[in-house]
């Protein structure tokens, strides 16, 4: 009987489950780095008045500290701008040095060489950045019309980018597909396409300038125009041998369960596909309630490790105990830990093999007990009562606890 060899060594798998990103260039922003294969950074926006200095400071504190990495303000106005100099000067006093960005919009020249001064990175909007006036009796721009358009926005944004070079600041050249200029609208209708050349457009004026400390951001309130929007815009760089980071986000998401879905539907996405090196999640809601979506997102794709990961089968006749109760039990007492996955299992069909990569395992084997694993090996069988105690015991029995 003939017999085949035990190959030497595993074939090679057909599918790679390791998200392979994109690579960019770093730029520093404050003291974090977007881009250069740092790990994918958070950011939010504070919506409280930025020129009310105490409620600013605070807010920009409470975002920081659950995590966000990179806070943005927004600076309608010169008064704004000189604002932020005192809100920057506060925030060292009373709490640490946040890394900041400046939302400067309409004709915003003088208002963003203002903040240059005060913040790490500036965001403009190439749609509203020069003013193109609509005409109602317009049917096309000409070539000459384009290319003078363009010359005043090169003069308009020159300052800004030499300023920002001098200073070894960053700028986010952020197209929103609600806002994109008339004459792009023109020339390449309401189309991702339009959106891409706004942006590059940009681009070229800061290389020109030998200015490349510039993340790129595509949003749209639609999934679909938002992924073919950053997808395009990754294949023109990549034609252009262009490297800059991508900043991921769909605009105005909403609030709830859906504007979450929304927002990791196009941000989870791209990441996915290895594309994306900051994300805001954006939510008809206080900020503070962006950051855990942006981590949940992060840590489902292995991209960051910031809390514990639980595995849970969906329940079924088999479960020998409430497994949305039990899980609820362990995921108070051990949610402030982080970098662990704990799997609460109904049964032994379920258990070892759909848990194998768990660091720790709650399982029921038999009605009334429980039984705890470290890994794939099986510890101790202790009474249903005492399961989520026992759990504790055996992670601090491996110094891997900490208190709440």
């Given at each position: ?65 659950i995590g966000c990495e990179i806070v943005r303000v927004t600076v309608p106005s010169m ?256 949610k402030h830990l982080t970098g662990l996955d704990i799997a609460v299992m109904g049964c ?57």
């Open positions: 009987m003939q017999t085949l060899e035990t190959p030497k060594t595993s074939p090679k798998p057909e599918f790679d489950t390791t998200i392979h990103r994109r690579k960019t260039r770093p730029v520093k922003v404050g003291n974090i780095t977007i881009g250069g294969g740092y790990p994918v950074v958070v950011q939010s926006m504070i919506n409280e008045d930025t020129l009310d200095i105490e409620g600013s400071v605070a807010g920009i504190r409470r975002l920081h500290e008064a704004h701008a000189k604002a932020l100099a005192t809100i920057k000067e506060k925030l060292a006093q009373v709490y640490q040095p946040v890394p900041l960005v400046a939302d400067v919009h309409h004709n915003g020249l003088k208002i963003a060489l203002e903040v240059a001064k005060h913040v790490d990175k500036v965001r403009i909007n190439p749609g509203l950045y020069v003013f193109e006036k609509p005409s109602a009796t317009r049917s096309e721009y000409t070539q000459s019309e384009f290319e003078e358009i363009g010359e005043k926005i090169r003069e308009t944004l020159e300052p800004l980018v030499i300023s920002l070079r001098d200073q070894g600041k960053a700028m986010r050249i952020g197209v929103n597909h609600g806002s994109l200029a008339e004459r792009m609208l023109f020339t390449y209708g309401d189309t991702p396409e339009g959106m891409v050349e706004s942006a590059l457009e940009f681009i070229r004026i800061c290389e020109s300038l030998d200015f490349r400390n510039i993340v790129i951001s595509l949003k749209a309130s639609r999934v679909p125009v938002m992924l073919a929007a950053y997808r395009l815009m990754v294949k023109r760089m990549d034609e252009l041998d262009m490297d800059y980071p991508l900043h991921l986000g769909v605009t105005e998401a909403g609030d709830g369960e859906y504007g979450r879905i929304k927002s990791t539907a196009g941000i989870g996405t791209l990441l996915a596909d290895g594309i994306g090196d900051t994300i805001r999640v954006s939510l008809t809601e206080a900020p503070e309630k962006e950051i855990p979506v942006c981590y949940s997102i992060l840590q489902a794709l292995g991209l960051r490790k910031t809390m514990v990961e639980y595995v849970a089968c969906p329940s079924c006749g088999r479960t020998l105990f409430n497994l949305e109760e039990v899980l609820h039990k362990v995921r108070e007492a051990t032994i069909v379920n258990g070892p093999g759909e848990m194998a990569d768990a660091d720790y395992g709650y399982v029921g084997k038999q009605a009334g007990y429980i039984s705890l694993y470290r890994g794939r090996e099986e510890i101790k069988k202790v009474p249903e009562d005492q399961g989520v105690q026992q759990l504790i015991e055996l992670i601090k029995a491996d110094d891997r606890w900490v208190e709440p």
